[in-house]
């Protein structure tokens, strides 16, 4: 099994920044892409950013410019950094990783529980 372990939500004022922090453990060969998803209050879960292993980037037009995306391979780890926060970014993150978990297993998505993230107006 593989968990998700997500940090650095909360509370701040709009024009402020957060980090977000998202580190993989477990019964880990590698991981393919890793990503971040949210979702607001009676909205759909909708991607907010993705990395690949090579470093690709994809962002959503509505954080391009704002957020960054980048990995630490080493530590299995996903960052989001998310500056010129505005209220409508308010939401649960989700971290996402494609992960394989031998040589020969096919890769499957796993999921972190959340880390609620507020922007105040």
Excluded: H
């Amino acid at each position: 099994q593989v968990q998700l372990a997500e940090s650095g939500g909360g509370l701040v004022q709009a024009g402020g920044s957060l980090r977000l922090s998202c580190a993989a453990s477990g019964s880990i060969f590698s991981i393919a892409s890793m990503g971040w998803y949210r979702q607001a209050p009676g909205k759909q879960r909708e991607l907010v950013a993705a990395i690949t292993s090579g470093g690709s980037t994809n962002y959503a037009d509505s954080v391009k410019g704002r957020f960054t995306i980048s990995r630490d391979s080493a530590k299995n780890t996903v960052y989001l950094q998310m500056n010129s926060l505005k209220p409508e970014d308010t939401a649960v993150y989700y971290c996402t990783a494609g992960v394989m978990n031998g040589p020969m297993s096919p890769g499957m998505d796993y999921w972190g529980k959340g880390t609620l993230v507020t922007v105040s107006s």
